[in-house]
């Protein structure tokens, strides 16, 4: 069954405090991984999107990778606006659905 | 320019009733998708439109229902409203055939079903 699994579920920095989300994924094939940042009575907002093993993309502050099972998403040094909820989805190659892992929510203490 | 816009905002059905929500996308995307946002399942794919054509269709019941319009506005249906319907119903459009690749989402309309 294809699946997207998003951990933690939660997470309290402090501000400054580096550290990374993980996004991982069993699907019958991959057409793209994305990653989204989603505020509080809002819809997501695109970030990035990674097609292949090994690519990286850097936006500001964050960072995203990708493997051949899962994606992380490193955030340097966060400052209080990067709180917010980051949901992970894959498209599959077979049928081009759209899958979301259930995201993680951030939070950066000043 | 202006953003996915989605109308209306708010809405508070009863079982058994139908509802339809509108999405306008941004000017000059021919892409549009419905998702459902609930806490329990996280968002969800519904379907998508690409030139009036629904080219993508997520796991929903046939109550759920939609259409793109010449000028890329979409709508969608949901008949026969059940409680579990209750949900952010979020639009996004984009430029591109792909529509996952940079899709903007609209600000959703909250639907609440008694």
């Known amino acids: 069954e294809d699946q997207v699994t998003q951990s933690p579920e939660a997470l309290r920095l402090q501000e400054g405090e580096s550290s990374s989300l993980n996004c991982s994924y069993t699907?019958?094939?991959?057409?793209?991984l994305f990653w989204y940042r989603q505020d509080p009575g809002k819809g997501p907002e695109f970030l990035f999107t990674?097609?292949?093993a090994g690519e990286e993309k850097e936006k500001e502050r964050l960072k995203a990778t990708l493997t051949k099972k899962e994606s992380f998403l490193h955030i340097t040094a966060p400052k209080p606006e990067d709180s917010a909820t980051y949901l992970c989805?894959?498209?599959?190659?077979?049928?081009?659905?759209?899958?979301f892992g259930k995201g993680t929510r951030l939070h950066i203490l000043p | 320019k202006a953003g996915v816009t989605q109308t209306p905002r708010y809405l508070i059905k009863t079982r058994g009733q139908q509802v339809t929500l509108s999405c306008s996308p941004i000017?000059?995307?021919?892409?549009v998708s419905w998702y459902q946002q609930t806490p329990g399942q996280g968002l969800q794919f519904l379907f998508e439109y690409f030139s009036e054509t629904q080219r993508n269709k997520g796991n929903f019941p046939g109550r759920f229902s939609g259409r793109q319009f010449s000028n890329s506005r979409s709508e969608m249906n949901v008949s026969t409203l059940e409680l579990g319907d209750s949900a952010l119903y979020l639009c996004?459009?984009?430029?591109?055939?792909?529509?996952?690749?940079?899709?903007?989402f609209g600000p959703g309309t909250r639907l609440t079903v008694l």
């Open positions: 000017s000059g995307h021919r892409s």
């Open positions: 990674l097609y292949s």
């Open positions: 989805a894959v498209q599959i190659a077979r049928d081009d659905k759209i899958i």
């Open positions: 699907v019958s094939g991959l057409r793209g």
């Open positions: 996004a459009s984009s430029p591109l055939a792909n529509p996952t690749d940079t899709q903007y």
